[in-house]
């Protein structure tokens, strides 16, 4: 059995901010059923911590980043988790990324350093008679550690993969010393990025391979536009980039069994679902299609784009209910909008009980992101015979067959994709999706084409494993 060692920032069902703990939580039990034994190195942020039933110590650290630590060991939810409990970097008020305010924390490149020179450690020494044949990394907060794993003098295969360039992980040049590494390794050719010590650029460069969550998105990276300065060195790496689409967790998202809904095996079942979405964001009836959206409020997710265009869905008929949280600006934007239009519910905060209600009672998803390196959102839509109506970018080009005429003919469609990505496109696309949605024998095939469409983890994580072995092949 491969053994590989996951170091993330997020897993759920312990922490989640985004996409990225619902693939460090979903991906290590498929993997397990493709022979591959993954640990979880997490961060022990308080809201873990409070979360962790029986642990054991595994190793203990007497200063590790300005002070002590311990490693601890135990299973949740079907994931075997290695724990990283520093209370000095992780036990704090606020969230996990930030304070309250949202401005990050100052000390966010020694708490994610922390994390990736223990998983350097682990690979080196092993953990409990555990060594792992592959370190396998998930974006900048373990970008460090092929660094650490490169002064130990271990030669385990890393895998690096991209969910989301945005974030490069840069810290202060100053920082050298503090963080350990390696001065004469501060080049444009090691982590050195425009003066400044990137993680992300350490990850990219001492990956064996690297991959992000979505062919298109793959490809997307290789150019400036989307690489936001990593392009060059990306284009660098190109034969060892590749892309892998996320899945979903099937049972976690599975609508014949969810405990969070009026359970359905076929999409006639959402009506139930629906009447009381609209009853739980106080919209009334409608004759368009019902939309929804789950999301971090971000520049990256589109939402201005949303309420530029929003008049083309009122006046369709349609409605939207919103679930997100996250840039003050956005959030007020979008209260000020649902006030003066009784079909713009929005509710601000974070529920993942709610977000299953969504998927289940909403007609369409929305997903109308400037780039979205793979979307979860609307697989779960495509799951719950929601339709998507995404940009067509990254992954949701690669996830969402749009309803052009030639697919529609041949009825394979299973929802709508707008480009270019901007407001008047997507206005476009809300005329379109209110006029199938009254076609109801063509609606009724795209919700059976959506139901039917494989969102589950099989073939990507049938990919990641011939990765792993190719990769510990070569390196044994
Ligand atoms: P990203 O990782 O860029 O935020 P994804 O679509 O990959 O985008 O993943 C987002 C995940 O977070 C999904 O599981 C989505 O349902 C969830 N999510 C985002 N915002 C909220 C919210 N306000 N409430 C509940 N779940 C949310
Ligand atoms: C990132 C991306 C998102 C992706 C998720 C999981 O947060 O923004 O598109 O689905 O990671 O890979």
């Not at 996951?6 to 498929?30: Q, R, Y």
């Not at 029986?54 to 002590?68: I, N, Y």
């Not at 391979?209 to 290789?222: G, H, M, P």
Request: aromatic share 8%; glycine share 10%.
């Amino acid at each position: 059995m491969t053994k590989a060692l996951f170091v993330v920032s997020e897993c759920a069902p312990l922490v989640k901010t985004g996409g990225l703990a619902d693939v460090a939580g979903a991906l290590p039990i498929v993997l397990a059923k493709h022979g591959v034994g993954v640990r979880v190195l997490l961060p022990g942020y308080r809201t873990v911590m409070a979360q962790l039933g029986k642990t054991k110590t595994v190793a203990r650290f007497d200063a590790l980043f300005g002070g002590s630590a311990e490693l601890l060991s135990c299973s949740v939810a079907g994931l075997d988790m290695l724990i990283l409990d520093a209370p000095h970097l992780y036990d704090r008020d606020g969230a996990i990324y930030g304070d309250a305010t949202g401005a990050d924390w100052p000390d966010n490149a020694e708490r994610f350093a922390a994390l990736c020179k223990v998983a350097a450690l682990i690979a080196a020494d092993g953990i409990d008679g555990w060594t792992p044949d592959v370190v396998h990394g998930h974006d900048w907060q373990a970008g460090l550690t092929p660094e650490y794993m490169h002064a130990l003098g271990v030669t385990t295969p890393f895998v690096f993969t991209i969910h989301n360039i945005a974030f490069h992980g840069n810290a202060d040049a100053g920082k050298l010393g503090d963080l350990g590494l390696d001065p004469a390794r501060f080049t444009s050719e090691h982590f050195e990025f425009w003066g400044q010590i990137s993680a992300l650029k350490a990850g990219i460069v001492g990956a064996a391979k690297i991959n992000t969550v979505s062919q298109t998105y793959a490809e997307e990276l290789l150019t400036p536009d989307f690489g936001i300065g990593m392009d060059g060195i990306l284009r660098a790496r190109q034969s060892d980039l590749s892309g892998i689409v996320n899945g979903i967790d099937v049972d976690v998202w599975n609508p014949a069994t969810d405990p969070n809904i009026t359970p359905y095996k076929n999409a006639a079942g959402k009506a139930a679902n629906k009447k009381a979405l609209r009853k739980t964001f106080g919209l009334g009836q409608s004759s368009g299609p019902l939309c929804v959206l789950v999301s971090r409020l971000t520049e990256q997710k589109g939402i201005d784009l949303l309420l530029d265009a929003l008049p083309a869905l009122l006046e369709g008929g349609g409605q939207i209910a919103l679930l997100g949280s996250g840039d003050p600006k956005l959030e007020i934007a979008l209260l000020e909008a649902a006030d003066t239009h009784a079909n713009l519910a929005v509710k601000i905060g974070y529920d993942e009980t709610l977000s299953h209600q969504m998927m289940a009672g909403g007609d369409a998803v929305l997903v109308p992101s400037r780039f979205e390196p793979c979307g979860l959102t609307q697989l779960y839509g495509l799951r719950y015979g929601t339709l998507p109506l995404v940009a067509l970018t990254g992954g949701l080009a690669d996830t969402v067959i749009n309803a052009s005429p030639a697919a529609l003919t041949r009825g394979v469609a299973t929802g709508l994709q707008f480009f270019p990505i901007n407001a008047q496109a997507l206005a476009n696309a809300f005329v379109r999706l209110c006029d199938l949605f009254q076609d109801k024998a063509t609606w009724k095939t795209m919700q059976r084409n959506a139901m039917k469409q494989p969102v589950d983890w099989d073939t990507s994580a049938a990919t990641y494993k011939d990765m792993y072995a190719r990769l510990t092949e070569v390196a044994s």
